[in-house]
């Protein structure tokens, strides 16, 4: 929001010698954060001239410049620069008369562009400055001509500060407005909250006018499908204005404010409707009386309506859409943006003008999904004052009448109903307990009633009844908050809390922790993806044997094409790869440790009530809450592309692939000390010949393996692309309740081979589980280097060769220490596959 200072002064009183930054200081305190400083981006001396006569002197290029001869300071005196009172200017503009004031910058000035001014010759002469067109000053767009003061009404003495006469000079800060606080998107809004910080006394603007009663115009509310319960129009008040010339512009004073603020001048009538939604916050709609059938029904769209809007997009309308219309159908998307077919143009002389107050969450979901924010929508969703549309629609008459010339009109209508604001009892003692801090009752009383709120005292508490323009406050929390803020939040003291002892991270933080750092220091990146994705990302993703696994699905998506909540991290891993790859960053291994929202088939969910937020919830409450939102698994997850090596002098590329899935796995498992079994799975979006299931004894925790080559083509994935989830959740559950991260032995480890004689049909991963079994604790690793088959060998038998890594916690080991259990693994497989120590 911004705020123009001059404008803000009308409402409140502001010291003439403030800075924006005395004014962003103030709206910061009671809770605003600040943005901005904008001025006009011009710099003097531009001041006011009289065209003394001119000479019109036809060019060879066919155009005809006028030599003008022009007082830019009274008789007998000097310049604003110091230079003579007449000055010969160059003017290419032909809509002026002698003796017209104008606008002239002087040598020294600079114009919005930046464009400085100065003495330069052209067409033969040499032009001592410029006249400026609105344009040129940046207040507007017309560029037709120059700007003729007469035209604005004007007539000031020669030599005058032209930007002081124009409102050149003024500034406005930014404020960040958060969507709690709707009402500071007005002057009216600001003027009061910079009141509530500086003490100034405030004048609210809905009061300078008076609302007029009008009637004869139909207007029906007719919303036989209210979002929630609640109607879509609770208030619709409409004023005609006759007799207005739509020749005439809008002045200087309100095009500058416009522009401070942000909005962009259009025309006299769309500017005033503009100024008075900045000034009060009520969004106002004029139509064309002309141009409209019949009178005025509010209503939701019937299936198969569109409506041209006044950006020129025919919009299909969805049946939750708030429409108003007249006889000949849909005239504009309420609350959002008029249609083209009831536009104010260049010949409206006729203006029905609305103020309405519409359900925010209508208008919030209107607006999101026709992908058109507009300032109207935007106060809409977040509150507006329900008592101000009168006021408003009152003084957008009143400057109809005194600057459009036209004359207000008897027809018109009124429509309210609206419920008034529920009082809230507020506990003595209540404030002071929630904040901390040391408020006397006046303090509390006083707050309360700067913030408009009516109060009367009742049993042992003060029932506050909040005022209409701050539909925010809603229980007793929020009073205790507003006087947090509004006497200021340097009164709460600073109190470092005791940590208690014996505490720090549980064993399941601490296990998922070190499967993060383990991931990372194999060179993995880890990453964060968003938790929306699409029904097709869902279903393409699910474990092996959850193809059939159901999707939350958002009431109120962020984006449409993603409504669901994941079931699987890889849709998240697939999208950030994909965006790597495009930036060519090739080599990827990516993980995420995340929750997935895993729904039980049958079981509705979001049905729980949320509690009021002024109490601490009842374990019942907690038990409903709980069991009104799907079970969350924490997973594991990663993908790989491209090399896991990359090409080297005397070394190929080494490309990622399964293997590289299936380790990562591993050593996922070893970290919460499981030992996971791998086997042939499958899975509809993975190669058939290179998915795994993943195991802990019988219980599935997870898979890996390559998207079929197909899928990853569509998916703008390389052919290669492995992927691996695991249930890591699970896997913590699975792990011994005494099992901690082992730490790392300072004692040197003894390294032997073992190489076994076994059938060719021998599985290699059974005998290295034997091997592992017998040998006992003191093997600390073990792997299969080598499997030869070949001469030396008996017929139909394989040799496996097996690398082991021995170490002890508490010493150094002695090589028949090492033999020995290496010989036990032998022992044991020896026992159950008849295999031989091959020497």
């Not at 009143?398 to 309210?416: K, M, P, Y």
């Amino acid at each position: 929001m911004r705020i123009p200072i001059s404008w803000l002064r009308e409402f409140v009183d502001v010291p003439d010698d403030v800075t924006p930054e005395d004014v962003l200081a103030a709206l910061v305190s009671v809770g605003f954060e600040e943005e901005a400083v904008h001025r006009f981006d011009l710099t003097g001396p531009i001041v006011v001239g009289e065209v003394l006569e001119f000479v019109p002197e036809p060019q060879s290029n066919g155009k005809t410049i006028n030599w003008c001869q022009v007082r830019v300071a009274p008789d007998g005196g000097l310049a604003a620069d110091g230079g003579a009172a007449v000055r010969g200017i160059v003017c290419g503009a032909h809509n002026f008369v002698t003796g017209d004031k104008v606008v002239v910058s002087l040598p020294g000035a600079v114009l919005p562009g930046p464009f400085p001014i100065a003495a330069r010759k052209t067409y033969g002469h040499v032009s001592d400055g410029m006249i400026a067109s609105a344009r040129e000053l940046g207040l507007g767009e017309e560029h037709d001509g120059i700007l003729r003061l007469a035209s604005l009404g004007l007539d000031p003495e020669v030599g005058t500060d032209a930007t002081v006469l124009l409102g050149l000079d003024d500034w406005a800060v930014e404020i960040n407005v958060t969507p709690d606080r709707g009402y500071a998107l007005s002057m009216r809004g600001v003027a009061r909250e910079y009141a509530h910080a500086t003490g100034a006394a405030f004048r609210d603007p809905a009061d300078a006018v008076t609302p007029v009663e009008a009637s004869g115009f139909d207007v029906q509310i007719d919303d036989r499908r209210p979002v929630r319960g609640r109607i879509g129009a609770s208030v619709f008040i409409t004023r005609v204005v006759r007799g207005i010339d739509p020749g005439l512009p809008s002045p200087a004073w309100l095009v500058g404010r416009l522009k401070l603020a942000g909005i962009r001048p259009i025309s006299l009538i769309v500017d005033i409707t503009n100024y008075v939604m900045i000034e009060l916050g009520q969004p106002i709609h004029g139509y064309d009386l002309d141009s409209l059938s019949g009178g005025i029904r509010v209503r939701r769209a019937e299936p198969g309506e569109k409506l041209e809007t006044l950006d020129g997009t025919i919009r299909s309308l969805d049946r939750e859409d708030l429409l108003i219309t007249d006889d000949s159908g849909p005239i504009g998307l309420a609350g959002v943006m008029g249609g083209a077919a009831t536009e104010i143009g260049p010949t409206t002389s006729t203006v029905l003008v609305e103020a309405a107050n519409f359900d925010p969450v209508s208008i919030a979901r209107s607006a999101r999904r026709h992908k058109l924010p507009s300032e109207a929508s935007r106060r809409f969703e977040r509150g507006v004052d329900p008592e101000v549309a009168a006021a408003a629609a009152a003084r957008v008459v009143e400057l109809l009448e005194q600057l459009a010339g036209g004359t207000a009109d008897s027809l018109g209508s009124r429509f309210a109903s609206v419920e008034p604001p529920e009082p809230i009892l507020l506990p003595d003692g209540y404030v002071n307990a929630i904040v901390g801090a040391d408020y006397s009752d006046a303090e509390i009383l006083r707050t309360l009633a700067d913030i408009g709120g009516v109060i009367e005292p009742a049993n042992n508490a003060l029932s506050v009844v909040p005022p209409s323009w701050r539909p925010d406050l809603t229980d007793k929390a929020t009073l205790v908050e507003e006087v947090a803020r509004i006497v200021g939040y340097d009164r709460i003291p600073a109190v470092l809390p005791t940590a208690p002892t014996g505490r720090g991270l549980t064993r399941p933080q601490r296990l998922r922790r070190s499967v993060s750092q383990l991931l990372a220091a194999t060179g993995h990146t880890e990453i964060l993806s968003y938790p929306f994705v699409s029904a097709t990302a869902n279903a393409a993703f699910g474990g092996p044997a959850d193809a059939a696994v159901p999707a939350i699905r958002l009431v109120n998506p962020l984006d449409a094409e993603s409504p669901f909540l994941r079931t699987s991290l890889i849709p998240g891993l697939v999208e950030i790869a994909r965006r790597n790859l495009s930036r060519g960053l090739t080599d990827l291994a990516l993980f995420e440790v995340g929750s997935v929202f895993r729904p039980e088939a049958g079981v509705s969910y979001g049905s729980g009530s949320l509690p009021s937020g002024t109490e601490r919830p009842t374990t019942s409450e907690l038990g409903q809450l709980l069991g009104s939102i799907p079970p969350q698994p924490l997973y594991v997850s990663a993908i790989y592309t491209g090399a896991a090596v990359g090409r080297q002098p005397g070394r190929a590329i080494s490309p990622h692939g399964v293997a590289d899935a299936i380790d990562a796995a591993r050593q996922v498992a070893h970290a919460v000390h499981l030992d996971l079994t791998v086997r042939q799975g499958s899975h509809h979006s993975f190669h058939p010949g290179r998915t795994a299931e993943l195991f802990v004894g019988d219980i599935a925790v997870g898979f890996a393996g390559e998207l079929l080559p197909a899928l990853a083509e569509e998916l703008d994935l390389p052919r290669v692309t492995a992927v691996l989830e695991l249930d890591l959740g699970h896997l913590i559950e699975l792990a011994s309740p005494d099992v901690e991260p082992t730490p790392i032995s300072s004692y040197p480890a003894a390294t032997q081979d073992l190489s076994l004689v076994v059938g060719a049909v021998t599985p290699a991963r059974e005998v290295l589980d034997a091997v592992i079994e017998g040998a006992g604790e003191l093997l600390e690793h073990a792997s299969l280097v080598d499997d030869y088959r070949g001469a030396g060998l008996p017929d139909g038998s394989k040799s496996l060769t097996f690398a082991l890594r021995f170490r002890a916690p508490d010493r150094t080991l002695t090589a028949a220490e090492a033999t020995e259990a290496k010989l036990g693994g032998a022992g044991l497989a020896a026992a159950r596959f008849g295999a031989a120590v091959r020497e």
